[in-house]
Structures are given as C-alpha cells and as structure tokens.
C-alpha cells in the first residue's frame, strides 16, 4: 500500500460531511467492531476532522463489553475480561493504620 494516497479535497470535505453527523454517528457507531471504529476514526483524522473521529470512538464504546478496547464504563464484579474466565475484583480495601499506636511486641521465647 502507498504511504501516501491524493484525495481531492472536494471529495474529502463530502465525505467528513456524510460521516460526521450526530445521526451517523449514533445509529451506525455501536454496530461497528473495535477495530471497524478505529479505521473509521483514522480515516476522519486523516481527512482533516478535529472532532468527529473522538465522537466516532465514544459513541461506539457505549456498547462495548468490560472486555473490549474502547469500554469506557464501570466494570462490573461477575464481568469476564478474559477468555479463561479470569474475573475482574476490586482491590481489597487498605488498612488503616494509626499514626499513634505503638508497634506490637513479640514476647521472649
């Protein structure tokens, strides 16, 4: 493939216009895969799209799985984020300790 590809600028600006509307956008970004969206994502970049392809990529993960790139939500405790069946747990909380207490002594055996 070439490293650089000539688009006409009329051509490019009709299909950013085509591409980047809040209609699209909403109804075809979640029924791409992750990597349909990012291709899609570039393509608008390359193109000249500030905005859009940021768009593009959040609309999208809004109905992406705990395991998938662009999941942008919180993860849930029984979500399986491997395909081993790995689950996700929070960190166990940290305990607390009080800066006056004195250390423990072990007794003399």
Do not use: Y
């Amino acid at each position: 493939m070439a490293d650089t590809v000539s688009i006409p600028s009329d051509v490019a600006e009709a299909f950013t216009d085509a591409w980047c509307t809040t209609a699209i956008t909403s109804n075809v970004a979640a029924s791409l895969g992750c990597t349909e969206a990012d291709a899609l994502a570039d393509l608008l970049r390359a193109l000249g799209a500030e905005q859009a392809p940021d768009k593009w990529i959040d609309a999208h993960a809004e109905d992406d799985e705990p395991n998938d790139r662009h999941f942008q939500g919180p993860v849930p405790p029984d979500a399986s984020l491997a395909a081993d069946g790995v689950h996700w747990s929070p960190a166990p909380p940290t305990p607390r300790t009080n800066p006056f207490s004195q250390p423990t002594r072990k007794a003399c055996t």
